[in-house]
């Protein structure tokens, strides 16, 4: 199989595959339902070419060059029929008409010699085309057809802008490359000696063109490049493998026939071969898994070198199959004995000793294993062409095998007994399946020395590898009875799939090559069905690591948008997202300008909130807007080039001017519980790019989570001014407590003051008198002076600051604040301030704090009684704390209710709001400290206010 035919039938089935996927993706489009039909005749004729290259026989290559001209008759006039629909031009139908009439024609003669003259060598090629009298003028419609188009393409591409540039320059790269190469195979048909290597880029053409129809107005090349190379790469690694597989001597010569026994050998090696490289890449470094991928690569060696040489003719040949079986047999038992101590962890320093005999033992077979010490001869016996004849050291070799896999089988019985659960479980697996496996395979030793049984255990060998894998891989996940289950569910699977493909490749060996070769028909289902698994397994990372290196800036974007996704979503500051927003977007992803539009529910309109790089001419919108309707019931990004596109519809017409307006490009909904809460507007990027479908999907992405994240700081900020005025009302509360003995404490120095006043006049004169009414007025005064500061001072609402501060200072202010409260409950407030470090912290705020508990122990205590007031250091979890206790002497709380103190509202007073303790709590937690409380019931209760001490 030529190179050029492998790139012919590629190009076939690639333009099928993806003229169906346009048809489906597009289904009742006419333009999708002519890009099929082009697809087709792209296929057909590609497909012929390819099988006419491949023919041996004159006849049957006569019959594919006629068959190829059934596509290529059809190519132009579908090709400019695609062009004229994409351009949406009706007015060219009489030209359209006239070329499938001229197809039809061509058609008609295709199958005399008018057509197709004769066939004959050149060149490389065995047969190529002959043209007749007619050939010619096909030849001119083809040219005449592609070329009108051409210049319709080039002309409407030239007066293009924007959007619909970028798509006409994708097809008309595509044509130039398609057409270019595909026209190169017209050379030899006039006898013109020169290579069609033009060919070779056809396939590039159905790529390119597909991605134009279904998402250029989306994304942009870089991703069918990216695409397009891996799937080239991973089609010409397949196709290779069947050519290789195909051409190769051992299948053309010496493979008759499939026998049971070859099949199995090819199924346990494929199996030992996959699952080991399986295992191996879970955890390559672990010594388990090494062991095993050693172990499995010698039984795949030996099962397809068994297989092998029980079909192979050449006396010979099989002898080096023989001995090639035999290289992986003496491996077996020394890389399962090596498995089995490191599956039960268990190498000391005995079971090290007996690994190096056991691998210096293999060695020493190994290498008699060059010479007839081993293996004398092969020979046929009643099942195979060729079977080993054992030499002399052949019975040291079987008992070095019994040897280690006994002592094996022995540490793992030994291993069972002493083990449980999850580990008994892993043992039982790895039991079960050496017990399957090797009884089986041993019985392959039988005929060896004439004894005439058929090795039925064989058959079984394979298991093993799939009952190890499970138990080293999911063990601890499953089950023995569970891994028979699914066994039996993915082997039905695997048949219904997978039985059809060998069918399909059976009979279409017969159809094309006259006669079946099951070992090649085999090979090429394991290649399938290995190259399916690699693109699944490699698809993403290949795509990554070819973003990364030829297209670095637009892979950088991609990284940049996403992690924006990622990082919004923390965010509960409205400034902060814009900012961060708008960084990213204007420095790291060069967008020229950016702006933000949020609803503002109590004006009814949306409000721009933040912009950059930009002179807004909008700053405000009414909510009942039409644009925001349709942009709530779209839901969609709006792109305003894509809309230039049609503006002759009256609503893009509205929305373009809207967009306008706004100075936007691209206008991004934020769209949260079925609420349109905002938008974003980008401008044009720098660069002067379009935004591609990527681009559009990420920041879809990103909307999504923007919306979510300025919903999450509305409700912030909610929650911030109901805390705020909570607070206030707490305050105003205890405040009004405070006021009725205040007054008393304010009028008593004032009577004292008003009595020396009344004294004066008459006692002016006396000096001691006057010196007196000084002191005492002055210090009464100050009193007052300093009542009505505290009061006001806690009464004021201010913004919270964080400063060094004395907590006793706030302790002893406090206490000023409620002692007259407390003497009209006849109770005594006892302080012990201990020295202590200060504390960053909101002063006023730690004030309402104290206030609330002093003021809820006053009012816990029925007539007279005691608060303890102390502070001071401590330790918890490595942190220092400062530490204030206040026990009062009270009814206590119930233990029933003692939970549920601190829940807002939670209130057992008559006139009591609830949010006292409630608010208490919040400030300590805002200051990353805690409270703790502890009440016997009838004799009182002790708060503990512990702040952290932050250098």
Not at 340 to 349: P, R
Not at 854 to 862: G, Q
Not at 890 to 908: A, E, N, V, Y
Request: proline share 3%; with cysteine; hydrophobic share 45%.
């Amino acid at each position: 199989m030529s190179v050029f035919a492998i790139s012919a039938l590629m190009t076939a089935f690639v333009s099928l595959g993806l003229g169906i996927y346009v048809y489906i993706g597009g289904r009742g489009k006419h333009l999708s339902k002519i890009w099929f039909f082009l697809s087709l005749s792209i296929s057909i004729w590609s497909f012929g070419v390819g099988m006419m290259v491949l023919s041996q026989e004159y006849e049957t290559a006569l019959l594919w060059s006629r068959f190829l001209y059934i596509g290529a008759i059809f190519i132009p006039i579908l090709y400019l029929h695609f062009v004229l629909t994409f351009l949406q031009d009706t007015t060219k139908r009489k030209i359209i008409w006239g070329g499938y009439i001229l197809g039809i024609i061509f058609l008609l003669l295709d199958s005399t010699n008018l057509f197709v003259k004769d066939i004959r060598p050149i060149l490389s090629f065995k047969y190529y085309p002959v043209p007749g009298k007619i050939y010619p003028y096909f030849v001119l419609t083809f040219f005449g057809y592609v070329g009108y188009a051409l210049s319709r393409l080039i002309k409407a591409q030239r007066t293009s802008t924007g959007l619909k540039q970028q798509q006409l320059s994708y097809i008309l790269l595509a044509s130039a490359i398609g057409f270019f190469g595909g026209s190169t195979t017209f050379l030899p048909v006039f006898h013109i000696e020169i290579y069609p290597y033009g060919n070779f880029l056809v396939i590039f053409y159905a790529i390119i063109i597909t991605y134009a129809i279904t998402r250029v107005h989306l994304m942009d090349l870089e991703i069918i490049i990216k695409k397009g190379v891996y799937i080239f790469f991973l089609s010409f690694i397949f196709v290779s493998s069947i050519y290789l597989i195909l051409t190769s001597r051992l299948f053309q010569k010496q493979f008759i026939e499939m026998t049971p026994f070859l099949f199995i050998s090819l199924v346990t090696s494929f199996l030992a071969l996959f699952l080991g490289v399986f295992v191996f890449l879970k955890n390559p470094k672990k010594e388990v898994n090494v062991t095993w991928v050693l172990l499995s690569l010698s039984i795949a060696l030996w099962a397809f070198s068994l297989g092998v040489m029980s079909v192979i003719s050449d006396n010979t040949s099989a002898l080096y199959w023989s001995r090639m079986a035999n290289y992986g047999a003496v491996l077996i038992p020394v890389f399962y004995l090596h498995f089995i101590l490191a599956f039960l962890n268990n190498i000391t320093k005995t079971k090290k000793k007996l690994l190096y005999f056991a691998y210096f033992l293999g060695g020493i077979f190994l290498l008699a294993n060059f010479k007839e010490f081993l293996v004398i001869d092969v020979k046929p016996n009643f099942f195979s062409k060729n079977y080993t004849v054992p030499g002399r050291i052949y019975p040291y070799f079987l008992l070095m095998f019994a040897g280690s896999v006994g002592l094996a089988w022995y540490e793992l019985l030994r291993k069972y007994q002493q083990s449980s659960g999850l580990a008994k479980n892993q043992i039982k697996y790895v039991l079960i399946a050496s017990m399957i496996a090797f009884p089986g395979g041993s019985s392959t030793f039988l005929p060896a020395y004439g004894i005439n049984v058929y090795p039925y255990g064989y058959y079984v060998t394979f298991l093993y590898v799939i009952l190890v894998t499970y138990a080293i891989v999911k063990y601890q996940l499953m089950d023995i009875n569970i891994v028979i289950k699914k066994g039996t569910v993915y082997t039905y699977l695997s048949f219904l799939i997978l039985v059809p493909c060998m069918v399909f490749i059976i009979f279409a060996q017969r159809f094309f090559f006259g006669k079946i070769n099951y070992v090649f028909s085999s090979l090429v289902f394991v290649v399938l069905f290995l190259s399916a698994i690699v693109f699944s397994k490699t698809k993403f990372k290949a795509e990554r690591f070819i973003e990364r290196t030829l297209f670095k800036r637009k892979y950088e974007y991609k990284k940049t948008l996403t992690k924006l996704s990622k990082i919004v979503i923390s965010f509960l500051d409205e400034k902060e997202l814009f900012k961060k927003t708008s960084n990213i977007f204007i420095q790291d992803l060069e967008i020229e300008s950016i702006s933000f539009f949020l609803l503002d529910r109590r004006k009814g309109a949306y409000i721009l909130r933040a912009f950059r790089e930009l002179s807004p001419k909008i700053k405000k919108l009414p909510k009942d807007d039409i644009f925001f309707k349709w942009l709530k019931e779209d839901g969609q990004i709006i792109v305003k080039e894509e809309l230039e596109r049609f503006i002759d519809d009256p609503k893009n017409k509205l929305i373009v001017e809207r967009l306008n307006s706004m100075e936007s490009e691209v206008c991004i909904p934020l769209i949260t519980r079925g609420e349109l809460i905002g938008l974003i507007n980008l401008g044009k990027k720098r660069s002067g790019d379009m935004y591609s479908h990527e681009d559009l999907e990420l920041l879809a992405n990103f909307a999504n989570q923007a919306a979510v994240a300025l919903e999450n700081a509305r409700l912030y900020e909610d929650m911030k001014k109901t805390q705020l005025l909570m607070r206030r009302t707490d305050r105003l509360a205890a405040l009004g407590s405070l006021t009725a003995g205040l007054a008393h404490e304010i009028r008593n120095p004032l009577v004292a003051v008003n009595t020396f006043l009344q004294l004066l006049p008459e006692r002016f004169e006396d000096k001691e008198f006057r010196e007196e009414f000084l002191k005492l007025t002055t210090s009464e005064v100050e009193r007052v002076t300093n009542l009505v500061n505290n009061l006001l001072d806690f009464a004021r609402p201010s913004e919270p600051k964080l400063n060094k501060t004395d907590v006793n200072e706030i302790i002893e202010k406090v206490i000023a604040l409620i002692r007259v409260a407390a003497k009209k409950k006849r109770v005594i407030i006892n302080t012990k301030l201990e020295k202590i470090p200060q504390v960053m912290l909101d002063e006023e705020q730690i004030k309402q704090v104290f206030l609330n508990i002093l003021l809820n122990a006053i009012e816990a205590i029925p007539n007279e009684g005691t608060i303890w007031v102390g502070s001071r250091s401590m330790q918890k979890n490595g942190l220092e704390y400062v530490q204030v206790e206040i026990e009062d002497t009270g009814k206590g709380i119930p233990k029933r209710i003692l939970d549920h103190i601190f829940d807002p509202f939670f209130t057992t007073k008559e006139k009591g709001s609830g949010l006292g303790l409630s608010i208490s709590h919040q400030i300590v937690q805002e200051h990353n400290g805690f409270i703790e409380v502890k009440s016997i019931l009838g004799k009182g209760t002790t708060f503990f206010v512990n702040l952290p001490c932050r250098k």
